[in-house]
């Protein structure tokens, strides 16, 4: 189930392996110069790299629901044969 989740998930998925939720890296602000950067590029590449970080956190926030109702399904559907497996006899 851990595979299905991380596959379908991405990184959220990875909640079942590491038992806490993944938190992408910060950015690094040092690592982009702001003071020799006449044509405002790095400032541009800083800008995306918040925002592909952001979009990353939003994007776990949507799936969470989801990826919690996939597991909930799936082990119901796990319990369910189970239970209807000893109800006929079988182990």
Same mark, same amino acid.
């Given at each position: 189930?851990?595979?299905?989740?991380?596959?379908?998930?991405?990184?959220?998925?990875? $909640?079942?392996?590491?038992?806490?939720?993944?938190?992408?890296?910060?950015?690094?602000?040092? $690592?982009?110069?702001?003071?020799?950067?006449?044509?405002?590029?790095?400032?541009?590449?800083?800008?995306?790299?918040?925002?592909?970080?952001?979009?990353? $956190?939003?994007?776990?926030?949507?799936?969470?629901?989801?990826?919690?109702?996939?597991?909930?399904?799936?082990?119901?559907?796990?319990? $369910?044969?189970?239970?209807?497996?000893?109800?006929?006899?079988?182990?």
């Amino acid at each position: 189930m851990s595979l299905v989740c991380m596959e379908k998930y991405k990184n959220l998925g990875r $909640l079942i392996v590491d038992e806490a939720y993944y938190k992408p890296l910060e950015v690094d602000d040092s $690592l982009y110069d702001m003071k020799n950067d006449p044509y405002e590029i790095n400032k541009g590449r800083l800008r995306e790299a918040h925002k592909r970080r952001g979009k990353e $956190l939003d994007d776990m926030r949507v799936d969470c629901t989801s990826m919690f109702a996939f597991i909930i399904s799936s082990i119901a559907r796990k319990v $369910l044969m189970k239970f209807r497996d000893r109800r006929n006899g079988r182990s």
